[in-house]
Nanobody, 124 residues
Framework: QVHLVESGGGSVQAGGSLTLSCKVS????????RAWFRRVPGEEREGIAA????????YYEDSIKGRVIISHNSAKNTVTLQLYNLQPGDTGVYYC?????????????????WGKGTQVIVSS
């Protein structure tokens, strides 16, 4: 079982930055893939970035690459997403997920556990 709790969301002006954190609690689960998704109003949930907790390998969605950094702290068992140069189009709910690779990096079928999300609002 895996329990994920996101934090760090909030309101920022365009051009600003935010750091989202996901606290991960794991009991009897071997999946070592972690990722951040988001749901922008009016659109389907999309993957943003993923990381293997063992190797530290990362993957970023092309549409947001260069504006985000995903990292993992094994001692604290947290997954962090740093967001830069935020724009109003980045407004939405950001979700943390845990899973194991079954296909391409950010396919939702890879992820067995999801957090409830944290809201990000970017004003112009």
């Amino acid at each position: 079982q895996v329990h994920l709790v996101e934090s760090g969301g909030g309101s920022v002006q365009a051009g600003g930055s935010l750091t989202l954190s996901c606290k991960v609690s794991v009991i009897n689960y071997d999946g070592n893939l972690r990722a951040w998704f988001r749901r922008v109003p009016g659109e389907e949930r999309e993957g943003i970035a993923a990381i293997y907790t063992g190797s530290g390998s990362t993957y970023y969605e092309d549409s947001i690459k260069g504006r985000v950094i995903i990292s993992h702290n094994s001692a604290k068992n947290t997954v962090t997403l740093q967001l830069y140069n935020l724009q109003p189009g980045d407004t939405g709910v950001y979700y943390c997920a845990a899973g194991l690779i079954r296909g391409r990096w950010l396919e939702e079928r890879n992820f067995d556990w999801w957090g409830k999300g944290t809201q990000v609002i970017v004003s112009s």
